[in-house]
């Protein structure tokens, strides 16, 4: 089965009208792909430092001190976890601003098992003061995220899980502001990057059950939309969270403390529990096996309505 | 062979620099003296001699401290570069301070907050590969200590320089022969070092880092041909504190007022 990469890869050409304009985007990958057309056209400004999480998150931050805008091309598992010091210390302490293109990212990997699981990345990047974490739902909003990456003043973490195209879905890409993909009054359904797509199906699977779910798909998980997630909160009651993550600290934990802080709404998480996907399986079955397809989201949504 | 009268004078430099770092360390205040010690003749010649510190003819070096515990020397030389008064050495660690156990942003001439081994080299790489794509002349400077060369980073980032042919980055490693317990060699020996550097293809000098003719030669001369430079410098931990020289308890401690007065005596005769 294809993974989906190809969303990442589709960045490379973004990056290189982007770095037409601008010429302190600088690009830097560790043997994830070379990036075409980036580095043709840009071969002296495309940097690949081999299979080297630290090092790379190091000379990136260095790049930002001496003034290049630099994004940085890593797989999630490894850049999130062997470079988390260097995340955290040379671009957060240090201000650098840094942005990661993070594939591979959730349950991806699939059957490539728990060591290319992403699923504490959220937790960990979100940790970090002045990062912001962005997780695009589908490919068209991937591109928007790269591009309103280099807008932002700070690192910046995109997140790129597998992805697939929203039909009809809108244009408009706000960091920090989710958007009402599915309107609904029963059940409110928050999700983010490819459980966005779940979400939906879980959506019209409820419909034909006569059970009415907004669905968001909250794309930043920092800085987190309170507004939003308030609104669901004030406006239906019962919110379930859906992820390809621990439900420790990613966007349920983010969505948790934002409705005890407000005192407001019901809240149940779906993401993976406190342990890994050790059964070897496609991406589809590891899916349901984490009760993260979309009969799973529906009946989690069902529950909250007894 | 380096001008003499410039090299008595930043030898007085380190000299000053040492002297400074004994106020700091004196008073029942414990900081990482030994690593601040060996390391005076080359902040001195690096500072006094080799660095353009700031914008002026020509574009400013950059210098990253990645034995970052050792800012003490760092503070010592801002002193002499009247960036701070003597005066606020006391406050070090205090409340509102700009002087830090490690670099901080704070205080003035600080380019990147270290503290945590192995970060340095790597980010001077960064700082390499931008100065070059923008066709300056600024030099980058990592310092980093040998227990330090612990950290694997420091390897990807020793494997990765070469890769991108960066002259204009020197690394310089300070080989005091200790880490915070005990001698590097008794807890995870690094020889043979030089070879090391060398199959990693850096351009590898070895100095005796506290004669100062031998440090100024060898800065003298970077730029190599072709690809980084390091620069391994034989130190002596706690150097020039008698009391200390060469010990463990050289790492990160405070001095008895008789131990100020011996070394301020021993550093006389010099």
């Known amino acids: 089965m294809m993974l989906g990469f190809e969303w990442a890869f ?9 770095a037409e304009k601008n010429p302190d985007i600088v690009l830097l990958s560790q043997d994830i792909g070379s990036f075409r057309p980036f580095s043709k056209r840009f071969p002296e400004r495309f940097f690949d430092v081999g299979i080297s999480e630290a090092n790379l998150i190091g000379v990136a931050a260095g790049l930002a001190h001496a003034g290049k805008l630099p994004f940085v091309m890593a797989m999630a598992p490894f850049v999130s976890m062997r470079a988390f010091e260097q995340l955290r210390t040379d671009c957060g302490y240090n201000r650098n601003s840094v942005k ?53 003043d700070g690192p910046v973490y995109i997140r790129l899980g597998y992805i ?18 599915r309107e609904g009054s029963d059940v409110a359904i928050l999700a983010t990057g490819a459980s966005v797509t779940q979400a939906i199906a879980a959506h019209d699977l409820l419909k034909g059950q006569g059970i ?32 390809e993550h621990f439900v420790a600290g990613g966007l349920g934990g983010a969505v948790a403390e934002v409705l005890a802080e407000l005192g407001a ?42 | 062979m380096s001008d003499p009268t410039l090299v008595r004078a930043l030898e ?23 690593g601040s010690m060996s390391i005076a003749e080359l902040m001195a010649a690096l500072f006094f001699h080799f660095l353009q510190v700031e914008d002026g003819e020509r574009p400013r070096d950059h210098f990253i401290l990645s034995k970052g515990h050792t800012i003490h020397t760092f503070h010592a030389c801002l002193a002499e570069l009247g960036k701070i008064e003597t005066g606020e050495f006391s406050t070090l660690g205090q409340l509102g301070t700009r002087l830090a156990g ?82 590097v060699d008794r807890i995870l020996p690094l020889d043979p070092l030089e070879e090391k550097w060398r199959s990693f293809r850096w351009n590898t000098q070895v100095i005796d880092g506290h004669d100062m003719e031998a440090v100024v030669g060898a800065l003298e001369r970077f730029p190599a041909e072709e690809g980084p430079t390091v620069l391994i410098a034989d130190t002596v931990k706690g150097k020039g504190v008698p009391s200390l020289e060469g010990r463990a308890r050289a790492h990160f401690t405070t001095l008895t007022e008789d131990e100020v007065n011996e070394t301020l005596t021993t550093l006389e005769v010099e």
């Open chain 1, 212 to 243: 009415s779910a907004r669905v968001l798909n909250m794309h930043t998980i920092k800085p987190i939309d309170r507004e939003a997630i308030g609104a669901a909160a004030a406006e239906i009651g019962p919110i379930v969270t859906v992820e």
């Open chain 1, 164 to 181: 697939q195209p929203i039909e009809g879905y809108p244009e408009a890409f706000e960091v920090g502001r989710a958007v009402v993909i």
């Open chain 2, 102 to 183: 490690h670099p901080s942003l704070k205080a003035p001439l600080v380019e990147f907050a270290t503290g945590s081994l192995g970060h340095g080299l790597s980010v001077g790489i960064g700082i390499a590969l931008a100065e070059r794509l923008d066709g300056s002349s600024s030099r980058t400077v990592v310092l980093m200590g040998d227990g330090e060369l612990q950290e694997g980073s420091v390897w990807e980032a020793a494997l990765c320089a070469p890769r991108f042919g960066l002259t204009n980055l020197l690394a310089i490693v300070d080989r005091n022969g200790f880490q915070a317990s005990a001698a």
């Open chain 2, 12 to 34: 007085h430099r380190a000299t000053t620099l040492r002297k400074h770092i004994l106020t700091m360390a004196s008073g029942g205040q414990q900081i990482h003296i030994g």
């Open chain 1, 265 to 306: 709404g019901r809240l149940r998480r779906l993401g993976l529990e406190d342990q890994f996907i050790v059964e070897v399986a496609s991406y589809p079955d590891i899916l349901k096996l984490a009760g993260l397809d979309a009969p799973s989201i529906a009946a989690a949504a069902r529950s909250m309505l007894d």
């Open chain 1, 10 to 18: 589709a960045q490379g050409k973004v990056l290189t009208e982007m």
């Open chain 1, 100 to 152: 990661i293109i993070a594939p591979c990212s959730g349950l991806e990997g699939g059957y490539w098992g728990p060591t290319h699981h992403a699923v504490e990345d959220l937790a960990l990047l979100r940790m970090i003061p002045g990062m912001t974490v962005l997780c695009p739902a589908d490919p068209a909003e991937a591109s928007r995220a790269v591009r309103a990456a280099a807008e932002v």
